[in-house]
C-alpha cells in the first residue's frame, strides 16, 4: 500500500479503529492487539481508546500471521476461545462475532469456528483452548491454515458476508472495500 494500512481512513475512523470498534461491542473479555511492522506509527490508536487493549509487539512479524496470533495467545490467561482478527479487515461486525461465540459454546466437539462465503472460509477464526498449545508450537514453516485442516472434522462453519474474505493489500481492494462499508455489514 505505500503506506501503513491500518492508519487508512473509512468514514471518519482509521482501518484499525473500525475493527477495535467492533471487538469492543462484541461479547469478547479479554483483547490484545499484537503490532508488527512499525508499531510506534499504530499504538497511540490502541492506547487512546477507553476500552484499551493489551498491547504486544511481535518483533518476528515477517515470519507471518502465525507468529502474531502465538503472541497474543501468550497474553491470554482466562478465556476459553480466541479469535484470530485481521486488522485490516474493517467492516468486522459485531453480530457475527457474537454468532462465531455463541455457536462455539453451543458445540462442545467443535474446536473452531470460520464464516463462509460461497464456499470459502474467511475471517476472523474462532479457535478453542484446546489448540492454544498446537498453535503456539507451530514449526517455522507452518501456518494457521495447518492447524484448521488438521481439524477440519471439529470445523464449524457459519455462513457470513462478503468482507469476511476480504482485506486490504492493494489500492483496489481499499476501493473495493470502502465501497463494502458504504452498504454496511
Known sequence: MGQNKLLLRLNDSTLL???????????????????????????????SRRDAAQIVINRDYKQGMASSFQKGLQLLRYVDAAFLVLGDQPILDKNLLNVMVHQLADNRETLIVSPIYEGKKGHPVLFRRELFGEISGLAKNETIRDVIHRHAARLLTVEAPEWTIMDIDTPEDYARIRTLMNRGP
Open 17 to 47: 479503529d473500525h475493527v477495535l470498534n467492533a471487538i469492543a461491542a462484541a461479547d469478547i473479555h479479554e483483547k490484545v492487539v499484537v503490532l508488527g511492522h512499525k508499531p510506534e506509527e499504530i499504538i497511540d490508536v490502541v492506547t
